[in-house]
């Protein structure tokens, strides 16, 4: 079993809130930052490929912005997670990703309630290939109204809600007294009404179809 390290990567423009988060992952035990920059240009020349496992970068950059940057970072190395962190809700910039890179990518507000616990739960799950988006963003989300998401029931909605926020089938069941084969077949009647076959990539199809059809109110 590999217990080395999670190889952190932080790119964040101000200096404070950089050095803030380094410290506080880089006290995690099975975490260690290896590299920090401050902007789009200082992360290519210091994220090498192989050397990072999950990747945090601060979307609006002085010198470009954390989404070009992840993407050139991903070619390089496929096998690189990202987390993005914004002070803005900007979570519909994850729906022009490439489906099949949209897995990869996790998605963390400046603006929520985010603790340093849900920082590292979200590192460890990026770096496990799980997609999670902010738990609170996720918690305030409306569907629009005469979209495919608001279609769906009350409860079918909340699956998919939690479903986006990277919580395993086994973990929402836990979490609404369920049977875990109960949120299968809800997953499976929540594709059906998506419009998406099921498969490999339906749970990043279906969460990219909860982004797009909802809208989260100012809290």
Same mark, same amino acid.
């Given at each position: ?7 952190? @990567? ?11 988060? *380094? ?6 035990? &099975? $975490? ?14 210091? !994220? ?6 999950? @990747?945090?970068?601060? $979307?609006? #950059? ?6 070009? #940057? ?11 997670? $990202?987390?993005?962190?914004? @002070? ?70 909340? !699956? ?17 007294? $369920? @049977?875990?084969?109960?949120?299968? &077949?809800? #997953?499976? *009647? ?9 498969? &490999? ?17 100012? *809290?």
């Amino acid at each position: 079993m590999n217990t080395s390290p999670i190889r952190v @990567a932080i790119v964040e423009d101000h200096q404070l809130y950089r050095d803030l988060l *380094a410290t506080a992952l880089g006290d995690v035990p &099975n $975490i260690t930052v290896v590299a920090t920059a401050e902007g789009s240009s200082h992360a290519r020349l210091l !994220i090498q490929p192989g050397e990072v496992d999950v @990747a945090l970068l601060d $979307i609006e #950059l002085a010198d470009g912005n954390g989404i070009g #940057l992840g993407v050139a970072l991903r070619r390089a190395d496929p096998n690189l997670k $990202i987390l993005l962190v914004s @002070a803005q809700d900007v979570l519909e910039i994850l729906t022009t990703l490439p489906e099949d890179d949209r897995k990869y990518w996790s998605y963390l507000s400046k603006t929520s309630s985010t603790s340093l616990s849900v920082l590292v739960d979200t590192v460890e799950k990026a770096h496990g290939g799980e997609s999670v988006i902010d738990p609170e963003l996720m918690q305030r989300s409306k569907a629009r109204s005469g979209t495919t998401v608001g279609g769906l029931t009350p409860r079918q909605f909340e !699956i998919l809600r939690l479903v986006a926020t990277g919580l395993s089938n086994q973990s929402i069941a836990e979490l609404l007294g $369920i @049977a875990s084969n109960s949120v299968v &077949n809800h #997953l499976s *009647a929540i594709y059906a009404a998506l419009g998406i076959p099921e498969g &490999n990539n339906a749970r990043v199809s279906a969460v990219l179809a909860f982004l797009n059809d909802t809208s989260r109110p100012a *809290a």
